[in-house]
């Protein structure tokens, strides 16, 4: 276990703790550690690297706590009536499958980074999460600009996977 992935596992750690301060209408102090904890996904990585810490579990892990983060804050939101049940579910979706897909990839010791749109589907997500729970104007359109990233990273995970490669459709 190194320190960045302490980080990581600290951040899905207090995932919880976002969601009940939401149930308690305590949006300020939500969206703050929310973002928090978003953020944090640099230090992970700026340790990692700084310290030559990079490990295939930390190229793992690192991106399922983003999933794990965003996903489960955007439920408690579908729950609490602030988003769109059919983004939070498409987005969903694509995470299992894009997950699906690395675990599949990392039995052959090929580990899947995220690719640039991910990235920026991520940080599209975060801001719209952010936004939502601020009820903020446009908050569903910012998602919905998330699920359509989502969309076309999740394609060109697709499209790269041994899986396609397999069934000799790429």
Request: proline residues 2%; without cysteine.
């Amino acid at each position: 276990m190194t320190l960045a992935n302490g980080v990581t596992l600290l951040r899905i750690v207090f995932i919880p703790l976002v969601i009940i301060l939401l149930f308690l209408g305590l949006n300020g102090i939500a969206v703050i550690l929310f973002l928090l904890l978003s953020f944090s996904d640099a230090i992970d990585g700026y340790i990692a690297r700084r310290f030559n810490q990079v490990s295939d579990l930390g190229k793992f892990l690192d991106p399922l706590a983003d999933k794990v983060l965003v996903i489960t804050v955007l439920i408690a939101l579908v729950g609490l009536g602030k988003a769109d049940a059919i983004a939070v579910l498409i987005l969903t979706a694509r995470e299992l499958l894009v997950q699906g897909i690395r675990i599949y990839a990392a039995k052959d010791k090929h580990i899947m980074g995220a690719s640039p749109v991910a990235k920026w589907k991520t940080a599209t997500a975060i801001v719209a999460v952010a936004m939502l729970i601020l009820n903020l104007p446009y908050a569903n359109w910012v998602l919905w600009l998330a699920v359509v990233l989502s969309l076309i990273s999740g394609g060109g995970y697709l499209w790269q996977s041994k899986i396609l490669k397999q069934l000799k459709l790429n």
